[in-house]
């Protein structure tokens, strides 16, 4: 019963979104860091992102079946009853943000709520489901983690943290068309209106170079901006234009979609991972700030 309570709450989201609020948090920390405040802030985040996983599988789980991806989920094969399941949620939900509220703060609680809300209430208890639009709505909720991490050490929504909101809501979306592209078949017979089961492939296609296209300069401002070093300049343009090419590559006539996507969505994570690595080790030092606004 344990492994199937822990596999509801889809772990390896849990772990991606852990990497991204590591970055955010020791981008803000700057070298200086407060122990029981990041693991405060770990456990708070994987909790809501714990809640929110169950809550989507609770939601899901007529179309779960359909899907090959997850057809043997937990609630599928009714291995947890429905009930125990918003109990148990629902549980995890307050106890993330109580932690974020009373361990960091009230801000770091608030966006984790509004992350929340957006991921269960609306993308996936209507978006998912009736709009083409829903990606997009998703991407805002994917990109809190980072936000919250950044903002548990700054208590400020700030510039910094509009970027990596950007940076992480624009990732988002060409990572998700790669998988609706690669699981167009599922995607189509749970009858969800992702854009490359509406609009097309090739749409689908254009869609993804333009929003990687915005993800490189988005992901360029935190440098400009004075947040992060050169070294994490040098490797965000390298990885950006490696996806940027990755993605170009969907174009040639003889390419198979199928596993052009697959790729496509593989090297996004590697994209991410390297720059939340990155914003993580080379981050501006007051030192360093006080340098550049000396010589400005």
Same mark, same amino acid.
């Given at each position: 019963?344990?492994?199937?309570?822990?596999?509801?709450?889809?772990?390896?989201?849990?772990?991606?979104?852990?990497?991204?609020?590591?970055?955010?948090?020791?981008?803000?920390?700057?070298?200086?860091?407060?122990?029981?405040?990041?693991?405060?802030?770990?456990?708070?985040?994987?909790?809501?992102?714990?809640?929110?996983?169950?809550?989507?599988?609770?939601?899901?789980?007529?179309?779960?079946?359909?899907? &090959?991806?997850?057809?043997?989920?937990?609630?599928?094969?009714?291995?947890?009853?429905?009930?125990?399941?918003?109990?148990?949620?629902?549980?995890?939900?307050?106890?993330?943000?109580?932690?974020?509220?009373?361990?960091?703060?009230?801000?770091?609680?608030?966006?984790?709520?509004?992350?929340?809300?957006?991921?269960?209430?609306?993308?996936?208890?209507?978006?998912?489901?009736?709009?083409?639009?829903?990606?997009?709505?998703?991407?805002?909720?994917?990109?809190?983690?980072?936000?919250?991490?950044?903002?548990?050490?700054?208590? &400020?929504?700030?510039?910094?943290?509009?970027?990596?909101?950007?940076?992480?809501?624009?990732?988002?979306?060409?990572?998700?068309?790669?998988?609706?592209?690669?699981?167009?078949?599922?995607?189509?017979?749970?009858?969800?209106?992702?854009?490359?089961?509406?609009?097309?492939?090739?749409?689908?296609?254009?869609?993804?170079?333009?929003?990687?296209?915005?993800?490189?300069?988005?992901?360029?401002?935190?440098?400009?901006?004075?947040?992060?070093?050169?070294?994490?300049?040098?490797?965000?343009?390298?990885?950006?234009?490696?996806?940027?090419?990755?993605?170009?590559?969907?174009?040639?006539?003889?390419?198979?979609?199928?596993?052009?996507?697959?790729?496509?969505?593989?090297?996004?994570?590697?994209?991410?991972?390297?720059?939340?690595?990155?914003?993580?080790?080379?981050?501006?030092?007051?030192? /360093? &700030?006080?340098?550049? /606004?000396?010589?400005?």
């Amino acid at each position: 019963m344990m492994k199937q309570y822990l596999q509801v709450t889809k772990p390896g989201i849990i772990f991606g979104n852990l990497i991204s609020v590591i970055g955010g948090f020791f981008l803000a920390s700057k070298g200086s860091l407060d122990v029981p405040l990041f693991i405060a802030t770990m456990v708070g985040v994987s909790l809501v992102v714990a809640s929110g996983c169950v809550f989507n599988n609770y939601i899901d789980r007529d179309i779960d079946k359909i899907m &090959e991806r997850t057809k043997n989920r937990v609630l599928v094969k009714g291995l947890i009853a429905p009930k125990v399941t918003l109990t148990y949620a629902t549980l995890l939900g307050l106890a993330g943000v109580a932690l974020l509220y009373v361990a960091a703060n009230p801000l770091a609680a608030l966006l984790a709520v509004i992350g929340f809300i957006v991921y269960v209430g609306v993308y996936s208890l209507y978006m998912k489901r009736h709009s083409v639009y829903g990606t997009l709505i998703g991407s805002l909720s994917g990109a809190a983690p980072p936000v919250i991490g950044y903002c548990a050490v700054s208590n &400020e929504f700030d510039a910094g943290a509009l970027i990596l909101l950007a940076i992480f809501s624009l990732w988002q979306m060409p990572h998700s068309y790669a998988i609706a592209i690669f699981r167009f078949k599922d995607y189509q017979a749970a009858n969800i209106p992702v854009l490359p089961v509406v609009k097309g492939i090739s749409v689908a296609k254009n869609h993804i170079t333009l929003y990687i296209v915005a993800f490189m300069v988005a992901t360029l401002m935190l440098s400009l901006g004075g947040y992060a070093g050169y070294k994490y300049l040098v490797v965000a343009a390298a990885v950006s234009v490696w996806w940027l090419g990755m993605a170009l590559s969907g174009y040639k006539k003889a390419v198979d979609d199928r596993v052009w996507a697959r790729k496509l969505f593989v090297f996004s994570i590697v994209t991410i991972t390297c720059l939340s690595v990155m914003m993580s080790v080379d981050f501006q030092s007051p030192a /360093t &700030e006080s340098l550049l /606004t000396m010589l400005r």
